[in-house]
């Protein structure tokens, strides 16, 4: 379970660091369309890192 | 996917050992201390006052050393700026996307303001309670509910959708229309107060409608009343409707912290994976031991714009380590939410305080000094009737009857009937007043 658990916070890593690129280019073309989205996934991926990250993150 | 073998929302949450999920709590707790020194002026101020830095905090008896949070103090943080959440607020106003109040029944409402990352907070702590339920994509699910200003089963709402149910938003009918679209629609679920699942029962019977044979709902949240763990009322709506009946608390301030799961232990689970809830005794205020009645202290330790550390819930509770069968390692509070430790009861989902009447009849100037309160079951609903007497030589002006009920509704959140009488017909007190009857 902790390597699957492992792997998800990287992919949650990775998702996150995509969908900040992807907001700061959206504010770049003035377009609330991009940020308000990038946002939204930016939300659900702090939900996901509370149910992932945070217990991996333990002793 | 039907996920048919998927007992919990969060396999890995739900069972952490005991010890691990207190190191989870910990280390949630410094964050959110860290969170509000920076963000809440509200809090810097408080800690500031009782001389607490974040780095402070170091064990989870350290907790102890936060001065907690009461009603009183939200209310006066409010009447600062930004306007209107005051020093509460921990984001930019930019930030808020919700607007919610509390129903404001001892003084002023406190305004609530959450992100849309607490919302997906708010779904994800309700996600947790209708999964451990029974909730599941396939459910349809039907809620009873006026889509209001109070927060009640907004979010519930959010975490049906999140789950894959579908939601049938029960809002603006009737009851009656209410009985015949989850028939229409087969729905296989629903969520709302026991007080109006008992109604909704009544009203169905007068209407020929025999509900277990007729509608197809098989599970029930009830929540805002404690009665879905009161054994007779639970089997009450359990016979009436043909369904399982389980029980949910959670709070505006605190959010959604506590469920009955589906092996129904006779209590609640805490949510001890996203909320901080401590149990203390009422005299000493420390924590009591496992088995102990206490007054209820909550942090919601993951919320971000409006957040709350050590928020005093005055809710009391029996706080038990028996394991459960569901497997969660989540503690009981066995009976669930026992009472208020002060006098507020809850009317229909909303918390009504005797008290908040005064200041609505006061205003008024053609009344006089007395009143009353009285509380009566008329069939299965709660019901508040107030008596106010007329000023000696007034007269009953043909709106101040309506005036004076619709104060009360702003002022409450509650319905409430109302009666004019002539001066000199309610008692009169010698020493300390009692104009509260609670009949039920």
Known sequence: MNEKLRAMDREIGKMREAAQELRRLALECDMPAGVKNADRILASLEM?????SDPLSLE | MNFSTARYWNPVLETLPRDQLEQLQLMKFKRAVNHVYTNSPFYRKKLDSAKIKP?????LPDIQKIPRTDKNELREAQQTDPYPYGALLAVSTEEVTAYHQTSGTTGQTVRQADSWRDWEWWSECWATVLW?????PQDRVFIPFSYGVFIAFWAGHYACEKIGCEVIPGGGLSTEDRILKMKELQATALMCTPTYALHMAEVAGRMGINLPNELHIAKMLCSGEPGALIPATKRRIEERWGAKVYDHAGATEGGAWGFECAEQPGGLHVNEAMFLVEVLD???GQPVEPGGKGELVITPLDRK???YLRFNLKDTALLS???CKCGRSFRLLKGGVLGRSDRLTKIRGVLFSPTSVEEVVRAFPEFGDEYQVILQKKG????VTVKVEMKPDERD???LEERLKQALRLHTGVRIHVELEAHGTLPRFEVKANRFKDLR
Do not use: M, N, S, Y
Request: charged fraction near 30%; charge should be negative; aromatic fraction near 4%.
């Open chain 2, 321 to 323: 380590e028996e394991p």
């Open chain 2, 380 to 383: 299965e609903l709660d019901e």
């Open chain 1, 48 to 52: 996901l890192a509370l149910h992932v």
């Open chain 2, 397 to 399: 002006h043909p709106d």
């Open chain 2, 55 to 59: 780095a402070d905090i170091k064990t």
């Open chain 2, 132 to 136: 451990a339920q029974g909730f599941r």
């Open chain 2, 282 to 284: 009422t005299e000493t």
């Open chain 2, 305 to 307: 714009a409006q957040p």
